[in-house]
């Protein structure tokens, strides 16, 4: 297996999640995605920098503690402007999958990331711009 740069794997795992969880982001249109985090700002902003030069989208973050986070969007439902949900614990995870918001099987990633190779088109400027 090859070995990735921590930044480049947590990029492709955004990425993922945002397949993942079924939300679509229409990057002709709007070319903004937003995420609402749960992990430190520090941590994230890295990502957030990469991802914002390689995908070319204006990313929108709002930082916040995860279980505020779950209680917000819970609370908004479909009229939340949140195209993506980092989470620090699994616990706010398990609430959003128990309330039927993100199916379980959508929240793993696979073992083996050659997986990944099999991309839908829309994120094949993923690769291409080497994140995947």
Known sequence: MKKLSLVKFCAGALAVVVLGTG?????????????YSGREEKLIDPLIEKATKDLKLKIQVRYADTAELAIALFEEGNNSRADMFLAKDAGALGTKSASGQIPVNKLILPRDLSQ?????????????AGVL
């Not at 939300?23 to 995420?35: D, E």
């Open 23 to 35: 939300l679509a982001v229409n990057t002709q249109q709007s070319k903004t995605l937003t995420i």
């Open 116 to 128: 990944l190779s099999d991309l839908p088109s829309t994120l094949k400027v993923l690769q291409q």
